[in-house]
């Protein structure tokens, strides 16, 4: 296919609300040598382009300083030492940056296949979320069939995908949500047991619900004050998997609870990575994750989308948290 020498993009004008998102017109990127263009033809939003939109969230000195780190589309170009990919192949691509345009320069490895009756938006929702939800909760907490684990934020794109893939595994899903109808979105989703935070004390509830025995592990986006009560409701071994910091940065731990009941605390963030193990991470998805939903066991939810142009309404929307599963930005081709 013919390339036009610019695109349009969404760019951050300066840190600050929805509004400073703005249309602008830049140059295509530059491939290296291990990767591939794709003419994007939907865009996943997540809470790491909010954080980036408000400044909150530095740009890693190599990436992309455009917002968005899910895309999905057509491969228009590759490059010289590619091997896995041709022009034309449909693929998703868990993105270092640069989502938010027409066109986005991807390492080859950090691309996959549209899974069997995906269409641009279901596929745009994966990388980033499903990505997250593999590594920390499988690759790293070691979630295993007959197993407990409470999901934090059960109703966002990730607490949906956390859902759906720890009951694949065979593992009883508590979650907690901030409504009852995203509770009754959960449940519908696959959870065992839901629990309206705004309205009751989840605690006691993960208590009486597992008779007083616990989770086995924990997947959590708040931090702050939700640390020492995560800590209270994981049994022996338990292992609590950090995700996010909604509810601050800070928490006095009582060390003492976790030697006694052998806990172990594990964090991350996906975007530091390196390209060696963002690429393992998709080798996992496509072993593990891909023939799920290939059998249409698993797929995201798309709750609302917008025109890329657009993209200041779906940061609001984002922002407002009345959304469950995943936000969308779609390209015309």
């Known amino acids: 296919m013919t390339l036009p020498k610019n695109m349009k993009a969404i760019d951050i ?4 609300g929805p509004e400073v998102l703005v249309p602008v017109e830049c140059p295509l990127p530059t491939l290296g040598d291990y990767d591939v263009l794709i003419k994007n033809s939907a865009v996943g939003v997540n ?3 909010v954080a980036q939109r408000t400044g909150n969230y530095p740009v890693p000195p190599d990436a992309s300083s455009l917002p968005g780190l899910e895309v999905a589309g057509e491969v228009a170009d590759i490059g010289k030492n590619v091997s896995k990919w041709s022009i034309g192949d449909s693929v998703t691509a868990l993105t270092h940056g640069g989502g938010y345009a027409e066109y986005t320069a991807v390492n080859e490895g950090h691309c996959l296949v549209w899974p069997n009756g995906f269409d641009a938006n279901h596929s745009a929702a994966i990388p980033e979320t499903y990505f997250t939800v593999q590594y920390n909760i499988f ?15 059960g109703s966002s794109g990730i607490g949906h995908a956390a859902i759906q893939l720890s009951k694949a595994k065979g593992a009883e899903v508590i979650v907690t949500a901030g409504s009852d109808e995203k509770c009754s979105f959960c449940e519908t989703s696959g959870a065992n047991k839901a629990i309206n935070y705004r309205e009751e004390d989840w605690v006691k509830i993960v208590k009486d619900y597992t008779d007083n025995q616990g989770v086995d592990v924990v997947l959590d986006i708040v931090a702050g004050d939700y640390v020492n009560r995560n800590l209270d ?7 609590y998997a950090a995700l996010a910091l909604l509810g601050g940065v800070n928490a006095e731990v009582n060390m003492g609870r976790i030697l006694r009941k052998r806990l172990t605390l594990l964090g991350s963030t996906l975007r530091p990575q390196t390209t060696e193990e963002k690429t393992a991470i998709a080798d996992n998805l496509r072993s593990e994750v891909w023939p799920l939903m290939n ?7 798309i709750y ?16 407002s948290s009345v959304h469950m599963g995943k936000i969308i930005l779609t390209l015309d081709n």
Not at 139 to 152: D, K, N, W
Not at 233 to 239: A, E, H, I, N, Q
């Open 139 to 153: 690759m790293r907490a070691g979630l295993a069939s007959g197993e407990r684990i409470l999901i934090h934020g």
């Open 47 to 49: 809470r790491p382009d």
């Open 13 to 16: 004008r300066e840190p600050g």
């Open 304 to 319: 609302q989308t917008f025109p890329l142009e657009k993209a200041s309404e779906a940061h609001q929307l984002m922002e």
């Open 295 to 301: 059998a249409g066991q698993v797929k995201p939810n």
């Open 233 to 239: 409701v994981l049994k022996r071994d338990g292992r």
